[in-house]
């Protein structure tokens, strides 16, 4: 049973910073690509980030290159989505999910997924 549960989301004024977890159990996360997914009322689920497990590549939507970084930590069985720059365009409930080894944008394609945290950015 894989299991995914976000945290760290909460309400930061644009420009500010935030640092979402994304704590994994029931399978190694070694061999699992993990991707981060954000979706507002009334709009597709959107692929925000991904970190494969293959070869170690990094995956960014045009929109947040630049501001996010996605990271891991195997160890701890812990993925982590820093957030910088934030602007009010951000503000959504964002999911991690996983997957077999290779990376994703499409929330299509990832078969276990976290209870999402939300993020509001507002002044």
């Known amino acids: 049973q894989l299991q995914l549960v976000e945290s760290g989301g909460g309400l930061v004024q644009p420009g500010g910073s935030l640092r979402l977890s994304c704590a994994t159990s029931?399978?190694?996360?070694?061999?699992?690509?993990i991707g981060w997914f954000r979706q507002v009322p009334g709009k597709e689920r959107e692929g925000v980030s991904c970190?494969?497990?293959?070869?170690?590549?990094?995956y960014y939507a045009d929109s947040v290159k630049g501001r996010f970084i996605i990271s891991r930590d195997n160890a701890k069985s812990t993925v982590y989505l820093q957030m910088n720059s934030l602007k009010s365009e951000d503000t959504a409930v964002y999911y991690c999910?996983?997957?077999?080894?290779?990376?994703?944008?499409?929330?299509?394609?990832?078969?276990?997924w976290g209870q999402g945290t939300q993020v509001t950015v507002s002044s």
């Open positions: 999910a996983a997957r077999p080894v290779f990376c994703s944008l499409r929330a299509s394609t990832f078969g276990s």
């Open positions: 029931g399978f190694t996360l070694d061999d699992y690509a």
């Open positions: 970190s494969s497990s293959s070869n170690g590549r990094l």
